[in-house]
């Protein structure tokens, strides 16, 4: 009876298709690659220093495969932030090193309606690093912007927005594919017309 037990034992792994044993003959696949690490510079974007930083603290803190960190200098940035008097807009990525750089301006026009300095630039970061908008999202979703509405300063994101850039980013640099980047405006939404339908 014990070595039908023992016979059974063994038979489990080879069913399942796993490997029985301490080492494999080949390296596991999708090993990790190198981190990949974006550089930005923010010597246009005024009054938005403290809020750009945060922002970029609060991804630094949730991803794993890519690193905000402020560039050198300007010219050897991968993405700029500008401070502008209008409504947010920003090169959709993912952005990466050598690639086509990407622009954030920080709209003041959004601030003087009542939305979070930190918000505006999180999730105008959050474009950079290839998450398109969700404005009806709640506010716990970063990438939902505007949607929730002024009170709404959530300025972090959501484990399903970690993953997605954490996916975009998991091979390196080089397997982010080449895209048209294109401009993503947060313009806000035009009112609802009495009596409209």
């Known amino acids: 009876m014990i070595k039908r037990i023992a016979a059974v034992a063994a038979l489990i792994p080879v069913m399942l298709g796993v490997a029985s044993g301490a080492a494999l003959a080949h390296?596991?696949?999708?090993?990790?690659?190198?981190?990949?690490?974006?550089?930005?510079?923010?010597?246009?974007?005024?009054?938005?220093?403290?809020?750009?930083?945060?922002g970029a603290q609060n991804w630094n803190a949730a991803v794993?495969?890519?690193?905000?960190?402020?560039?050198s200098s300007p010219s050897s940035a991968n993405f700029v932030y500008v401070a502008t008097s209008g409504w947010p807009q920003t090169t959709l990525g993912p952005i990466v090193p050598g690639g086509s750089r990407g622009q954030v301006q920080l709209g003041q026009e959004a601030v003087d309606e009542g939305y979070d300095m930190t918000r505006i630039a999180a999730h105008e970061?959050?474009?950079?690093?290839?998450?398109?908008?969700?404005?009806?999202?709640?506010c716990s979703e970063l990438m939902s912007g505007h949607g929730p509405g002024t009170s709404c300063t959530n300025a972090k994101p959501n484990a399903a927005e970690v993953a997605q850039v954490d996916r975009n980013y998991a091979g390196g640099a080089a397997s982010v594919s080449p895209k048209q980047h294109r401009i993503v405006i947060d313009a806000q939404p035009a009112p609802v017309l009495a009596g409209a339908h």
């Open 64 to 71: 794993h495969n890519v690193r905000l960190q402020p560039a």
């Open 27 to 54: 390296p596991a696949p999708n090993a990790k690659a190198a981190v990949v690490t974006l550089t930005y510079d923010t010597s246009r974007a005024g009054q938005w220093a403290g809020a750009i930083t945060q």
């Open 125 to 138: 970061t959050g474009h950079i690093l290839g998450l398109p908008d969700d404005y009806s999202g709640p």
